[in-house]
C-alpha cells in the first residue's frame, strides 16, 4: 500500500508522512494514511500528535503494525475513489482499520455510511475533525500503552462526584444579559462544545461505570446557538450540535449501560417540545430543571429573563401531555427590585397552579457588577426574607402533595449509600431527584435475602411514606 499519498483535491497540499518513531518492543503501532486538503493535513496532525503524546508508536507499514488509521477525502469522486482503494488496501494489508475525514461523512444512495457500505469491516468511522471520536476507537481497539505516569489518571480524569454520576458540561458562557447575573460578564458569550466531543466524553463516562449523567451548562436548550446548529460527526455519523440531537444521541448512547440522562438549566423555549417525546420513550429522564426564577412578566421583564412568563402555564400542561410523569424543578427569586405585592401573589399562583414538584427559592441579594443593583425599588432585607418564606411554605405544600401521590407506587432508584448490602437501610435516589439539589429516597433494609442494595447500582423499590422532601421505599 501507498503511505501519505499526494494530495487529491483542489485544495491540494504536500503531507509529510509521519515519522516511524523508534519506541521499545512491545509499544502498540498505529499506522497511519493521511489523503486530502491541508484542513484534512491538520487533523492528521492532531490525531498524530495525539497518538505520539499517548506512546503508540506509528509506522509506515501497514502489514507490520496493530492497526491503520485512513484519512480520507470525499471532495471530488477521483478523491472517494483513492480513499476508498486506500481503505481497501488496508484492510488487505492489516485488517483492523479506522476511517476519518470527510469520507467517513458521506451518505450512500439510499442514505447509509459510504465507506461501511463499500468496506463493512471496518472497525469504525468517523467524519472530519474528529481527534476525540478517532482515539476513542484507538482505545477500543489497540489498548493504550502503559505510562507510569498518566496512568494514575482514571479514564474520565479526576472527578469529584461520586463514581456512579457524572457532570457532562456542553458549553460555557451565556448570550442572555439577565440583570441580577454576572456570569456573562465573567465567563463570556455561549460557546458549545463540538458535539462530537461531548458524545464521546459521555460515552467514556458511561464505560466506566457512571449510571447517571447530569447535562449541565448555563442555558442547555441554546446549545449550539453560537455555532448555527453546525453539524457535526460521531461515529462517524452526522448529528447536529441542537438540544433534541444532542439529548437522542446521549439517550441511546446511555440505553445498552441501563444509564439516566438528566437535563439540568432548560430554559422554557418552544424547542423544547421537542424533547418531551424523548423522555415519553425513556431515552432522557422525564426531569427538566428550568430555572423560571419569577411568573409575572414585569418582574421577568425587569430580570431581562431569556423566556417571558405568560406562555409558561401553557406550556408546562402541553410538556406533561406529551409526558405525564414528568418532574419540573425549579428556581426562583423572591423580593427582586420593585416587586410589587401583587407580582409576588401572582407568583405564588403560579406556584399553585403549575405544580412545581421541586421548587428552590432564593430572597434576592444583589451581587457586586449586576445591572439589577441600579434598580429602583430595592427592597429592605426583611421583606425579601418574608417573601422566601411564604414562597417556600406553598413549594413545600405542593411538593408534599405530590411526593404523597407516590405512595404505594414501584420506583427505580439509584443507590447513593449502602453498606452490608443494605441490611442496615441505604439511601438513593428517583429519577424525580438530582443529586445534592432534590430530595433523597429512604431505602429500608430489604425484607428479602436474596435483595442486593449497593452503592452505585439500581434497585426496584416500593414507596411506602414520605418524609419532608424525601421518600422512605421498600427495596424488592
Ligand atoms: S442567569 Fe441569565 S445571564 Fe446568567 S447565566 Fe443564566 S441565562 Fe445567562
Known amino acids: 500500500m501507498h503511505e501519505n499519498r499526494a494530495m487529491n483535491s483542489p485544495e491540494a497540499a504536500t503531507a509529510a508522512p509521519p515519522a516511524a518513531v523508534a519506541a521499545p518492543a512491545g509499544t502498540p503501532s498505529v499506522a497511519f494514511v493521511s489523503l486530502g486538503c491541508p484542513k484534512a493535513l491538520t487533523d492528521s496532525e492532531l490525531i498524530l500528535t495525539r497518538l505520539a503524546a499517548e506512546g503508540y508508536a506509528t509506522r509506515q507499514d501497514a502489514a507490520g503494525a496493530d492497526l491503520v488509521i485512513v484519512n480520507t477525502c470525499g471532495f471530488i469522486d477521483e478523491a472517494v475513489q483513492e480513499s476508498l482503494d486506500a481503505i481497501g488496501e488496508a484492510l488487505a494489508d492489516n485488517g483492523r482499520v479506522i476511517v476519518t475525514g470527510c469520507l467517513g461523512a458521506r451518505a450512500a444512495e439510499g442514505g447509509d455510511n459510504l465507506v461501511r457500505s463499500v468496506h463493512p469491516k471496518v472497525l469504525a468511522v468517523t467524519g472530519p475533525h474528529a481527534t476525540e471520536e478517532v482515539m476513542d476507537a484507538v482505545h477500543r481497539h489497540v489498548p493504550k500503552p502503559h505510562d507510569p505516569f498518566t496512568d494514575l489518571l482514571p479514564p474520565i480524569g479526576v472527578k469529584l462526584t461520586p463514581r456512579h454520576y457524572a457532570y457532562l458540561k456542553i458549553s460555557e458562557g451565556c448570550n442572555h444579559r439577565c440583570t441580577f447575573c454576572i456570569i456573562p460578564a465573567m465567563r463570556g458569550d455561549l460557546v458549545s462544545r463540538p458535539v462530537g466531543d461531548v458524545l464521546s466524553e459521555a460515552r467514556r463516562l458511561f464505560e466506566s461505570g457512571v449510571k447517571e449523567l447530569l447535562v449541565v451548562s448555563q442555558d442547555t436548550s441554546a446549545y449550539g446557538v453560537d455555532v448555527k446548529y453546525r453539524t457535526g460527526f460521531f461515529d462517524g455519523r452526522p448529528v447536529k450540535t441542537r438540544l433534541f440531537d444532542l439529548a437522542r444521541q446521549l439517550g ?200 442486593r442494595v449497593r452503592a452505585g447500582e439500581f434497585v426496584r423499590a416500593r414507596i411506602v411514606a414520605t418524609q419532608g422532601h424525601d421518600l422512605v421505599a421498600e427495596p424488592l
Open 252 to 451: 441511546e448512547i446511555a440505553a445498552p449501560f441501563g444509564a439516566w440522562v438528566r437535563l439540568h438549566y432548560v430554559y422554557p423555549y418552544p424547542h423544547v417540545d421537542e424533547v418531551l417525546p424523548l423522555m415519553a420513550e425513556g431515552l432522557v429522564l422525564p426531569y427538566l430543571d428550568v430555572p423560571f426564577q419569577h411568573a409575572h412578566p414585569d418582574v421577568l421583564r425587569r430580570m431581562k429573563r431569556p423566556a417571558s412568563g405568560e406562555k409558561n402555564l401553557e406550556r408546562l400542561a402541553r410538556w406533561r401531555e406529551i409526558c405525564p410523569q414528568l418532574v419540573v424543578r425549579s428556581t426562583f427569586i423572591a423580593g427582586f427590585p420593585g416587586e410589587t405585592e401583587a407580582e409576588f401573589e401572582t407568583l405564588l399562583d403560579f406556584l399553585r397552579e403549575a405544580r412545581i414538584d421541586r421548587a428552590g427559592c432564593f430572597a434576592y441579594s444583589p451581587v457586586d457588577g449586576a445591572a439589577a443593583n441600579g434598580l429602583p425599588g430595592q427592597l429592605p432585607d426583611e421583606l425579601r426574607a418574608e417573601r422566601q418564606a411564604r414562597f417556600m411554605a406553598v413549594a413545600e405544600q405542593v411538593s408534599t402533595e405530590k411526593l404523597k401521590a407516590r405512595i404505594g407506587a414501584t420506583m427505580q432508584v439509584l443507590v447513593d449509600e449502602a453498606k452490608a448490602l443494605g441490611r442496615h437501610g441505604a439511601v438513593g435516589r428517583s429519577y424525580a431527584d438530582a443529586p445534592g439539589i432534590d430530595g433523597v429516597v429512604h431505602l429500608q433494609p430489604p425484607r428479602k435475602a436474596s435483595t
